[in-house]
């Protein structure tokens, strides 16, 4: 196999999916989505697993692969021993994977603490784009309301287009670009020296740069049939547009890469990313910019 | 049981109206001329304290303020400042946001160690090695601490002043604004631990190893139970609170009753009262369930009521122009703006910023506001300096506070709110 070189590769088209593939009870559901998805896209299948190769494993992959309507011949299945995050995401390298598809669980707890620490760890250094299922179906999920983190980010706007082009694939309606407005030591210096006009002045100065930041983002993109809108909502990074995808009812949220290399720390005192980890909404695809500087517009697909 | 009497509750009563009233009417017309709110509230206090008319008109200061005469009132009013003191450092605390540190990542971090190592360094250094010059003693426990409590007073950042300044500027949501409000958050953080252990040695008057042990396993053991246990605590009772109780008043029952309960407590095991403020304030500021207008009413609250009668009863309590000290003050004031540009800025520019960007952040972390004033009087209160040195650390405070904007926006070459307005 090629090792293609993945640093300056836009994030999209999804010309290589990879399926992170446990053998968990939901082995047939991620898979099934993940066929669909590829098929949408055009994409070449890999199926990754992180574990010993055992006869049982071997025939219950090919059983259900058979039963999704999947030929052996169609796609790759590699088998490899290791820590399962360090593993996958140099299978991802190695193969030069642009989409990684796993099952998430919507909460973790205790007991549940392993399978979530995969995604949370993959979540946190994988140099590809994620989606994590949280409820996959092996029909395929109708991802049709797409939400996106609009943070002020040189990324966001790859991340716009990453998801528009996987929103046009997968017969998005509607995407909302959402900037979360939270402003430390904002109430502060309102409290000192503020008149009540003054301070609701500054408000609505800081939502609408917000808007009038993220509707320049947009006018970069071509969304095609899909509606795109903007909306500022109050509240910490992470936590404020989990709770929106929840309440709106959105199929997936599309957030940017983590810019700093997450750790233990991050996880005691949790933000962005960790916050929609915690306890995920819907689905959700994390873009991975491998590199900013290439032009923002979208090629015409 | 000694109890205010019926004359004693109206000296008091007439005291604090008077200081909020004409604190309030002389910043406000402070801001005109762009003076923060705190120069004001300090000017009344010198024009109503020992330093203006205390000379002017005994009769009357003492009349107005009977603090030597009438024991009852001076009880009273020294329970007004302690807990205005803990009010101000438990809002501090409610902006100090762990996150955004984290956000900011390197750059917060060498931005805030730059601004705090060398104003540090050279300030202990100078108090280590030539005490005479603040006139400091020169030898036992109280000269270290002395010189420590120096070193700390000037590596603090004032991240009320800041937000105000950016917020002026419009820099709050900009790049160099958040590394400035990063690293005045990590300042804030680390100052206020190192200072509450220097208040705990001053405090015990012992420099014996056991007793430093004791007193920094105290407050780190302290702050991680709260920053940890207690942040996930918080996390799941406010929610239900702001669900279940009265808006906001559940709230701001939870949280100010938090914040007493943790001064309390600090207070109980020799560790300064306002630690425990100060880290109760990082517990509910930090939770992503606190709304934004629960911060405002808490900030709101204590800015309009208790940060006046506080820095008015500074001004009450000393006189500025008897302990004023040229030298002490051109020392103070040196330090205080190389230590701290020159630590921030170098901070900044290993960080990855330009040099006009690092020392505009430099300027910006520079000032010192209310937060010096507060670790000023606590140091003052706790016998660890001088009045000379007090006021020297009001002036550097205001100095620096009135300095910082302009300076910040030479360096990014920003119109001031004057030129902004004539130019729309």
């Keep these: ?301 | 049981m000694s109890k205010l009497s019926h004359n004693d509750l109206i000296t008091l009563l007439l005291a604090v109206s008077t200081m909020l009233i004409i604190s309030r009417i002389v910043s406000e017309y402070g801001k005109r001329f762009g003076l923060p709110l705190v120069m004001g509230e300090l000017l009344v206090g010198i024009a109503l304290g020992p330093t203006i008319l205390g000379h002017l008109s005994p009769t009357t200061h003492s009349i107005l303020f009977p603090f030597a005469s009438n024991a009852n009132f001076s009880l009273a009013m020294d329970t007004i400042t302690s807990l205005s003191v803990i009010m101000l450092l438990f809002v501090t605390g409610l902006e100090v946001r762990l996150p955004l540190v984290l956000r900011q990542g390197k750059i917060a971090i060498t931005t805030g160690l730059g601004g705090m190592i060398l104003p540090f360094a050279s300030g202990l250094a100078l108090a280590w090695f030539f005490p005479q010059l603040f006139n400091a003693p020169n030898n036992g426990p109280s000269h270290a601490i002395f010189a420590l409590f120096l070193g700390t007073a000037l590596s603090i950042s004032a991240l009320p002043v800041i937000a105000r300044i950016l917020l002026d500027m419009n820099m709050l949501k900009t790049d160099i604004g958040m590394v400035i409000l990063a690293a005045a958050i990590f300042n804030d953080l680390v100052g206020w631990l190192v200072f509450s252990f220097i208040l705990s040695m001053a405090r015990q008057g012992s420099g014996s190893p056991a007793t430093i042990g004791h007193t920094i396993m105290s407050i780190t053991a302290f702050s991680a139970f709260m920053l940890i246990a207690g942040r996930f605590a918080i996390n799941r009772i406010l929610p239900w609170v702001e669900t279940n109780l009265s808006w906001p008043g559940g709230v701001l029952s939870l949280s100010l009753g938090l914040c007493l309960l943790c001064a309390a407590f600090t207070q109980s095991i020799n560790v300064h009262a306002i630690l425990g403020a100060f880290i109760a304030g990082i517990v509910i500021g930090d939770s992503v369930h606190l709304r934004e207008q629960a911060r405002e009413i808490m900030h709101q609250f204590v800015t309009n009521f208790f940060a006046p009668l506080f820095f008015v009863s500074i001004g009450l309590n000393v006189d500025f122009l008897r302990h004023f000290d040229l030298q002490i003050v051109t020392i103070v004031l040196i330090l205080a703006y190389i230590g701290k540009v020159a630590g921030a800025g170098v901070g900044a520019k290993i960080g990855g910023m330009s040099w006009r960007q690092s020392l505009a952040i430099g300027f910006g972390l520079n000032a010192r506001g209310a937060m010096e004033i507060i670790l000023g009087s606590l140091a003052f209160e706790a016998a660890i300096i001088s009045q000379p040195v007090f006021v020297a650390l009001v002036v550097m405070a205001l100095i620096t506070s009135i300095t910082s904007a302009p300076m910040m926006r030479y360096f990014m070459k920003t119109p001031s709110p004057t030129q902004q307005t004539r130019v729309s």
């Design chain 1, 1 to 301: 196999m090629n090792n293609p070189s993945l640093k300056g590769r836009p994030p999209y088209p999804f010309k290589t999916i990879g399926v992170a593939v446990a053998f968990s009870p939901r082995l047939k559901e991620v898979l099934g989505e993940a066929i669909i998805i590829a098929a949408a896209c055009d994409a070449r299948l890999l199926l990754f697993h992180v574990g010993r190769k055992t006869p049982h494993h071997e025939t219950t992959l090919r059983e259900c692969c058979q039963r999704l309507g999947l030929s052996s011949q169609a796609t790759r299945i590699i088998w490899q021993d290791g820590n399962p995050v360090p593993t996958l995401l140099n299978l991802c390298k190695v193969n030069g994977v642009d989409l990684l598809i796993l099952g998430a669980l919507r909460r973790e707890n205790l007991f549940r603490y392993y399978l979530g620490s995969v995604a949370r760890g993959l979540s946190r250094a994988a140099k590809c784009s994620l989606l994590l299922l949280t409820e996959p179906k092996a029909n395929g999920t109708s991802f049709s309301k797409f939400v996106i983190c609009g943070d002020k980010n040189p990324k966001t706007i790859h991340t716009i287009n990453a998801a528009v082009y996987f929103g046009q694939n997968v017969g998005a309606q509607e995407i909302t670009v959402v900037t979360e407005l939270d402003q430390p030591g904002l109430a502060m210096a309102m409290a000192d020296h503020s008149t009540a006009g003054q301070a609701l002045q500054t408000k609505s100065q800081m939502n609408s740069e917000a808007i009038s930041n993220a509707h320049d983002m947009i006018c970069l993109c071509a969304p095609g049939k899909i509606t795109i809108k903007e909306k500022t909502i109050p509240g910490q990074p992470g936590h404020a547009i989990r709770q929106y995808a929840e309440s709106s009812h959105a199929d997936l949220l599309a957030i940017n890469s983590p810019d700093t290399r997450y750790g233990l720390i991050d996880r005691i005192f949790p933000h962005d990313l960790e916050h929609i980890l915690e306890d995920l909404p819907c689905s959700m695809l994390i873009v991975h910019s491998r590199s900013c500087q290439t032009t923002p517009n979208r090629p015409s697909p």
